[in-house]
Each structure stands twice: as C-alpha cells, then as structure tokens.
C-alpha cells in the first residue's frame, strides 16, 4: 500500500510541473531574499541553532480540512561553496592541503521530518598537492673535482588537485496522510566547513545560503484514477 501510496505522490509532483490545477487541493509558500537567512556564524552568536547545528532558514502555514492528504515540499535554493588550497614544497618534501564545505538540509511537518529525511544541497572536498624542487643524488661521476647539475638524478617534481562536489539545488520533500488542521512546514539547513595541511601551506572554506523558496502542495490519492 505504502508502495502504491509513493507512486501517487510521485505522479502528483509530475503533475504540478504541468498542471496544478489538476493535482494541487491546497498550496502554501514562503520564500527568502538574498541576505535574509541567518545562518551559519550569524544563526550560532544569534542562539539559532540547534544541538545538530541546524537553523530554520523557511517557513509556512498550510491549512487542511476533510479526510487526510499528503503533501508535495518543494525546496530550492541558491548556494555557494568557497574552498582555497595552497602549498609550498622543497628539496622534494611534499605539502598536502585540502578544504571542504557542506550545506545539508531538510523539512519538517508539524515537527516531524518529511521523507526522505536530510539532503546534501551541495558538496565539495578539494586537495591540493606538491612535491618541488627534489635532488635525489648527485656525485662527482667524472672526476675532474667539480659536480655539475648533469651529473645529479632529479626526482620527479608533481603536482595534483582532487576536486568532488554533490549538489541538489531543489529538492522535492513528502509527507504522508497529514489530517485537518493548521500545519506548520519548515526548512532547515547546516553549513559546516573543515581542512587541513600538511607540510607547508595554506587553507580556507566557507558556505552560504542565496535566495530561497519553499513551496507546499496538498494532494490527493485520487489522481490515480
């Protein structure tokens, strides 16, 4: 049944995309300007922020009336990832630095997580490395007292970057048999933000949250007919 159940909401938001008129009984929405959210360091000195490190960054008020509905979330933001490496190397040392940042949200009906639960909104680790400037050996190999740079074995100097980034801009959230009532929806979101270097270097990352919109649909098994 819950199988069957899935299938009617997935047909429903195909629906919307076309013809809300349709599917949608009910609609609510709520939407942020660039700025608006306070999240992150702003959320943490403003006492925002939750024990997991969430913020509520959206929210809206849907009312309902009748026999049970579900309901179609749908999430989009802007994002924006930052992340810096830098090394240094010599004498064939090699310098790691990497950085990495996150933006993980979800949605709540009435304080009850909506499927399918948190969402990676985007994603990036970055590592950078270099090994410069290496001699291995070097010997005086044709005796006349002097060594010259081709009479050294240079090792080989190298240099990499690993780049790995997830992102979901809009997501579609579901909530399942929400009876009559006031109903309150809410968006929330954590950025966090890490790195590290080895040998010599530099790193830095931050996360941000754009402009916003958090739109709701009520819909109905019906539409399967």
């Not at 299938?7 to 942020?32: E, H, K, Q, R």
């Not at 064939?92 to 909506?114: H, Q």
């Not at 050996?137 to 009479?151: H, L, P, R």
Request: charge should be negative; hydrophobic fraction near 40%; proline fraction near 1%.
């Amino acid at each position: 049944m819950k199988g069957f159940k899935q299938s009617v909401v997935s047909m429903a938001v195909a629906g919307l995309l076309c013809s809300p008129a349709i599917y949608a009984d009910n609609s609510a929405s709520a939407f942020t300007e660039d700025g608006t959210a306070v999240i992150g360091a702003a959320a943490a000195v403003a006492g925002l922020v939750d024990a997991d490190g969430y913020t509520k960054v959206l929210s809206t008020t849907l009312k309902n009336s009748g026999t049970p509905k579900d309901l179609v979330i749908g999430l989009s933001f802007e994002t924006q990832l930052f992340t810096m490496t830098m090394v240094q190397s010599k004498g064939g040392n090699k310098s790691t630095s990497t950085a990495d940042a996150m933006i993980e949200m979800y949605v709540t009906v009435d304080g009850v997580e909506a499927a399918p639960g948190n969402v990676v909104f985007d994603k990036r680790y970055q590592e950078l490395w270099a090994k410069l400037g290496g001699v291995m050996d070097c010997a005086d190999s044709n005796d006349d007292g002097i060594i010259s740079f081709d009479e050294c074995t240079l090792t080989e100097e190298e240099i990499g970057l690993i780049l790995d980034t997830t992102a979901a801009h809009t997501f579609n959230f579901l909530s399942y048999d929400i009876g009559s009532g006031s109903h309150t929806i809410e968006a929330w979101a954590r950025l966090s933000k890490g790195g590290s270097v080895v040998g010599s270097g530099d790193t830095g990352a931050s996360a941000s949250l754009g402009k916003g919109t958090l739109s709701v649909w009520e819909v109905h098994g019906s539409i399967a007919n």
